[in-house]
């Protein structure tokens, strides 16, 4: 796989990301800032680090579900690997501008 075409399966990646939403959360998952790490390697898997606002969260299982769900479903992508880790530590501070003002921070 060409660099160009892991560079179209990255971006491809975080456009299914901001489809991805926590049902108590008006804002994806992208722009939320829980997503920590996109890669894809040459056979095309694309691995995704990630984490939630809190460890507790009652729909983590649905969201990651949905996260593997939508990124296999990209052309040319072989596996799926969600990773769950909580370091570094979410913060608001992690959030896209455009989620800011969503959530009412600015």
């Known amino acids: 796989m060409t660099n160009e075409e892991k560079l179209n399966i990255e ?10 939403y926590d049902p108590e959360m008006p804002v994806n998952v992208y722009d939320m800032g829980l997503i920590y790490r996109i890669e894809v390697t040459d056979d095309g898997a694309v ?3 990630m984490t939630f606002t809190a460890p507790t969260c009652p729909m ?5 579900e949905d996260v593997r769900v939508k990124v296999a479903s ?3 992508v ?7 880790v909580w370091e570094p530590e979410w913060n ?3 959030m896209s501008e455009e989620a800011k003002l969503e959530m009412g921070f600015m």
């Not at 971006?11 to 991805?20: H, P």
């Not at 983590?60 to 990651?64: C, E, K, S, V, Y």
């Not at 072989?78 to 769950?84: E, S």
């Open 92 to 94: 608001p501070d992690m």
């Open 11 to 20: 971006e491809q990646t975080v456009a299914m990301l901001k489809t991805v």
């Open 78 to 84: 072989t596996a799926v690997d969600v990773n769950l």
């Open 60 to 64: 983590a299982d649905f969201i990651l």
């Open 47 to 49: 691995a995704i680090d």
């Open 74 to 76: 990209i052309d040319g």
